[in-house]
T-cell receptor, first 113, second 116 residues
Framework: QKEVEQDPGPLSVPEGAIVSLNCTYS??????FMWYRQYSRKGPELLMY????GNKEDGRFTAQVDKSSKYISLFIRDSQPSDSATYLC?????????????FGSGTRLQVQP | DVKVTQSSRYLVKRTGEKVFLECVQD?????MFWYRQDPGLGLRLIYF???????EKGDIPEGYSVSREKKERFSLILESASTNQTSMYLC???????????????FGSGTRLTVV
């Protein structure tokens, strides 16, 4: 079983739709849960992160973590064509140990105008 | 803002060549990473370094080596390039000493390498 699983998509929605992107993970030691956004031909950039369970909102974006089911979600409200990108989840232990992040394989989102 | 700069956006090399990919970061980060990204396979860790002259193998180190002689620079070396190393290579850095910042990678823009 992969440590982080993510549906690769592609996911195509009309402009204005609510988008739900999801990941599952297997390691209960993860404490921080990050979402990266990657535009075509660019490197990923950190979009937002949450600590432990619960929700975090940032503008049109809401990150949600359910540690009991090891399930991570990113919701995008009022989606825009500029949101078209690949979204990668990345859970982390959050300590300063010498280890690297494991990323989900990414979900490609296309928002149609 | 932290900036991670990769020396080339696009490279075309011949099979058997020795290839150097350079990455420089300007925020005094301890950790630096090399990933490759392929369709359907996501980001796969090749090597990472948590200090000068230190290196750790990632998930797919075969055919690669790295060098970190200075804190700000992390080089990926393809000893003898092969066609299956055609990929997007991404460098990233992160801090290990500022609480709460360890989990935030900053990535470069990537180098798209084609081996012919």
């Amino acid at each position: 079983q992969k440590e982080v699983e993510q549906d690769p998509g592609p996911l195509s929605v009309p402009e204005g739709a609510i988008v739900s992107l999801n990941c599952t993970y297997s390691n209960s030691a993860f404490q921080y849960f990050m979402w990266y956004r990657q535009y075509s031909r660019k490197g990923p950039e950190l979009l937002m992160y949450t600590y432990s369970s619960g929700n975090k909102e940032d503008g049109r974006f809401t990150a949600q973590v359910d540690k009991s089911s090891k399930y991570i979600s990113l919701f995008i409200r009022d989606s825009q064509p500029s949101d078209s990108a690949t979204y990668l989840c990345a859970p982390s232990r959050g300590d300063t140990g010498r280890r690297a992040l494991t990323f989900g394989s990414g979900t490609r989102l296309q928002v149609q105008p | 803002d932290v900036k991670v700069t990769q020396s080339s956006r696009y490279l075309v090399k011949r099979t058997g060549e020795k290839v150097f990919l350079e990455c420089v970061q300007d925020m005094d980060h301890e950790n630096m990473f090399w990933y490759r990204q392929d369709p359907g396979l996501g980001l796969r860790l090749i090597y990472f370094s948590y200090d000068v002259k230190m290196k750790e193998k990632g998930d797919i180190p075969e055919g690669y080596s790295v060098s970190r002689e200075k804190k700000e620079r992390f080089s990926l070396i393809l000893e003898s390039a092969s066609t299956n190393q055609t990929s997007m290579y991404l460098c990233a850095s992160s801090s290990m000493t500022v609480k709460g910042s360890h989990y935030g990678y900053t990535f470069g823009s990537g180098t798209r390498l084609t081996v012919v």
